[in-house]
């Protein structure tokens, strides 16, 4: 059986045949994304790089807030570097080590800090791991130049879990722990936990957000610790250096179950800069480089 077509069927099939032939409209911009998306994780999942890379930080805070109920000025100076460490099949060492000076009204503290952090990390989807840190405070009242009894040679250890997952443009964090007093007993003081977000602009842009929590688990200890920081990093293209700033604000909350509670309230800007090596991108060094930030203050 023979089917004939005038010149107006053949220029109506023809015109089928073609729109049949193209994508449909809207399919391909998002298809022609998600492949360039899908290489450029290839890429990178391929690029060659060192085993070892790491960070070099310097940061300053200053702010206002409350001390012993009155007014008060708080700075702080703060200087740390974190290296990793990639030993195969996924696993990873990291150890930060870092110094902070910082006053609050009379008060003049200073801390140092090492921890490491022992972590497997698929860079494509999440890392989960487990760290411990070591620090000792020292405080004085800058007005008498007497120590401060309650931070005097103070000596803690935390340890604890954390975890991250990624996305093309997100990063969550998370860490639970137990703080202890001193090296000898290792009697558990609080439990903290921490929550954080990033999110990536560029690969040279992020902004991110962080909260933290501190309760006490001794009776003899009554402070109740809370911390919020948001930030913006940015790192220019093809240089080992970036700057950063945000806001900061902490909450300590002293005697609770007393008559006479007390607070130590702080809250104000940062701002500060970092030197990276063995990673080119912000999002590169978090996936496979340094990831772990430092922990919260006062542990």
């Known amino acids: 059986m023979c089917v004939r077509v005038g010149s107006g069927g053949r220029i109506f099939l023809l015109w089928s045949i073609s729109l049949c032939a193209t994508p449909a409209f809207g399919a391909d911009p998002f298809a022609h994304d998600a492949l360039n998306r899908y290489r450029a994780a290839q890429a990178a999942m391929s690029k060659t790089r060192p085993a070892m890379s790491g960070v070099i930080e310097y940061r300053q805070f200053d702010g206002t807030g409350r001390h012993a109920l009155q007014p008060a000025r708080h700075s702080t100076v703060h200087a740390s570097g974190k290296l990793n460490h990639r030993i195969g099949a996924g696993w990873n060492v990291q150890k930060n080590l870092k110094h902070r000076r910082a006053q609050s009204g009379h008060q003049k503290m200073q801390q140092t800090q090492g921890s490491v952090h022992v972590y497997h990390r698929n860079p494509a989807s999440h890392a989960a791991g487990a760290f411990v840190a070591v620090g000792e405070t020292h405080g004085q009242n800058a007005e008498h130049g007497t120590a401060t009894p309650e931070l005097r040679n103070r000596r803690r250890v935390a340890t604890g879990l954390e975890a991250a997952l990624f996305s093309d443009k997100a990063t969550l964090l998370a860490l639970a722990g137990v703080r202890t007093g001193d090296f000898i007993t ?82 104000g800007i940062f701002a500060g800069f970092r030197y990276h090596f063995g990673n080119d991108t912000l999002q590169e060094e978090e996936r496979f480089g340094a990831l772990w930030p430092d922990l919260p203050e006062g542990l």
């Open 186 to 267: 290792l009697r558990p003081e609080s439990a903290f936990a921490g929550l954080g977000a990033r999110y990536y602009l560029t690969d040279q842009l992020r902004f991110e957000v962080r909260g933290t929590y501190e309760h006490p688990l001794d009776k003899t200890e009554d402070a109740h610790a809370y911390g919020l920081t948001s930030a913006i990093d940015y790192r220019p293209d093809e240089l080992p250096f970036s700057t950063f700033g945000g806001y900061r604000y902490r909450l300590t909350e002293y005697g609770r179950r007393s008559a006479t509670p007390d607070e130590i309230r702080s809250h």
